[in-house]
T-cell receptor, first 114, second 115 residues
Framework: AQSVTQPDIHITVSEGASLELRCNYS??????LFWYVQSPGQGLQLLLK??????LVQGIKGFEAEFKRSQSSFNLRKPSVHWSDAAEYFC????????????FGAGTRLAVHP | GAGVSQSPSNKVTEKGKDVELRCDPI?????LYWYRQSLGQGLEFLIY????????KSGLPSDRFSAERTGGSVSTLTIQRTQQEDSAVYLC?????????????FGPGTRLLVL
């Protein structure tokens, strides 16, 4: 069965520090992978997605993610975190055999210290 | 419209009452999804619409939950005889055609509290 694991429930970083949020997936075929961000009281906003081609994907707000098939990972990175990046981040896999519904990880809550 | 809208934004109800949650997708989007976000279960898929048909209802947790979509646009999620465990944020997402890798655009959600 398809699944997504985000090992870190909470992460705290200082403003200006680099960030890496981990995501591992279980999926039989080539996955469609997404990172969404949810700010308090808000819906989900797409940061970036991977479905083919270059394994390093650029997204909005200075985020990038790298698809590594050998590690079944799709980690999200940002070189320098801003206080406004404090939010909850969700990794998801699109179930191609299941009408592309998204299967989400549990989320990682990011706190940013000034 | 400019984005997916959902109403109401918040709903407080008493156990045993029925509730209706509404989703207005982005104009022209043919596919629509409902998800539920709860503390214990995280974000989970409920139901998928392509046009007015629902080929995947596999995520509906019980027969108290139902959904419909009319005119290929607005969708309503109905929960009958609400229970406290139904308390959650219900999110709706729409997508242009439902193809692989397409971006799902989410609404702000309806926060449901069952007392």
């Amino acid at each position: 069965a398809q699944s997504v694991t985000q090992p870190d429930i909470h992460i705290t970083v200082s403003e200006g520090a680099s960030l890496e949020l981990r995501c591992n997936y279980s999926y039989g075929a080539t996955p469609y992978l997404f990172w969404y961000v949810q700010s308090p009281g808000q819906g989900l906003q797409l940061l970036l997605k991977y479905f083919s081609g270059d394994t390093l994907v650029q997204g909005i707000k200075g985020f990038e993610a790298e698809f590594k098939r050998s590690q079944s990972s799709f980690n999200l990175r940002k070189p320098s975190v801003h206080w406004s990046d404090a939010a909850e981040y969700f990794c998801a896999v699109g179930a191609a055999g299941g009408y592309n519904k998204l299967i989400f990880g549990a989320g990682t809550r990011l706190a940013v210290h000034p | 419209g400019a984005g997916v809208s959902q109403s109401p934004s918040n709903k407080v109800t008493e156990k045993g009452k029925d509730v209706e949650l509404r989703c207005d997708p982005i104009s022209g989007h043919t596919a629509l999804y409902w998800y539920r976000q709860s503390l214990g279960q995280g974000l989970e898929f409920l139901i998928y619409f392509q046009g007015n048909s629902a080929p995947d209802k596999s995520g509906l947790p019980s027969d108290r939950f139902s959904a419909e979509r009319t005119g290929g646009s607005v969708s309503t999620l109905t929960i009958q005889r609400t229970q406290q465990e139904d308390s959650a944020v219900y999110l709706c997402a729409s997508i242009v055609a439902g193809g692989p890798g397409e971006t799902q655009y989410f609404g702000p959600g309806t926060r449901l509290l069952v007392l």
